[in-house]
């Protein structure tokens, strides 16, 4: 008998991968550090002409492997000095559909992310608040009224470090 494979048999919905070089992957690099840089800054910086940087972002982007571009705010800044992550586990899916949940979740301004995950909770929320009370305030006026809130467990965000992910 044969150990089973470990190579991913493509799916069907798989998006096609594109072909990256060096100088995608440096665009990318600069990109993620700062996404306002314009194609001529990136050119300088990798030595390329502003047209070929510019024709390689608008490749990527077509491509999908540029999403978008994202305004970083400062949270503590403007006031919110607390994160917290929520798992949330529902209590009656049958009852309660996931859309009609991820509708009233996304509608609470402090959640700032919802991901629907595999494993002991169904939800993993990123919630912002101004202090401790704020957050208990939200969470028992907020997300422990949604429709189909079972078990709720909080983890109080304490440090956090940026780090880009990789790139082919």
Same mark, same amino acid.
Not at 109 to 119: A, R, S
Not at 142 to 152: A, E, K, Q, S, Y
């Given at each position: 008998?044969?150990?089973?494979?470990?190579?991913?048999?493509?799916?069907?919905?798989?998006?096609?991968?594109? =072909? *990256?070089?060096? @100088?995608?992957?440096?665009?990318?690099?600069?990109?993620? !550090? /700062? $996404?306002?840089?314009? %194609?001529?800054?990136?050119?300088?910086?990798? =030595? *390329?002409?502003? @047209?070929?940087?510019?024709?390689?972002?608008?490749?990527? !982007? /077509? $491509?999908?492997?540029? %999403?978008?571009?994202?305004?970083?705010?400062?949270?503590?800044?403007?006031?919110?000095?607390?994160?917290?992550?929520?798992?949330?586990?529902? $209590?009656?899916?049958?009852?309660?559909?996931?859309?009609?949940?991820?509708?009233?979740?996304?509608?609470?301004?402090?959640?700032?992310?919802?991901?629907?995950?595999?494993?002991?909770?169904?939800?993993?929320?990123?919630?912002?608040?101004?202090?401790?009370?704020?957050?208990?305030?939200?969470?028992?006026?907020?997300?422990?009224?949604?429709?189909?809130?079972?078990?709720?467990?909080?983890?109080?965000?304490?440090?956090?470090?940026?780090?880009?992910?990789?790139?082919?």
């Amino acid at each position: 008998m044969s150990p089973p494979s470990r190579t991913r048999r493509p799916c069907r919905y798989d998006p096609p991968m594109i =072909d *990256l070089d060096e @100088s995608d992957r440096a665009i990318l690099r600069a990109l993620q !550090t /700062d $996404a306002t840089l314009k %194609a001529s800054e990136l050119g300088r910086r990798l =030595d *390329l002409s502003q @047209s070929a940087t510019w024709r390689r972002i608008k490749r990527l !982007t /077509d $491509a999908g492997v540029i %999403a978008g571009r994202r305004l970083d705010l400062d949270t503590d800044k403007l006031g919110f000095g607390v994160t917290v992550f929520l798992g949330v586990k529902l $209590a009656t899916k049958g009852r309660v559909s996931l859309e009609d949940f991820e509708r009233a979740v996304t509608a609470i301004p402090e959640v700032q992310t919802v991901q629907h995950v595999l494993g002991l909770y169904d939800y993993r929320l990123r919630v912002i608040a101004r202090d401790l009370s704020d957050f208990e305030r939200v969470l028992r006026r907020r997300i422990m009224t949604l429709p189909g809130v079972g078990n709720v467990e909080a983890n109080v965000l304490l440090s956090e470090e940026r780090r880009p992910g990789p790139i082919g």
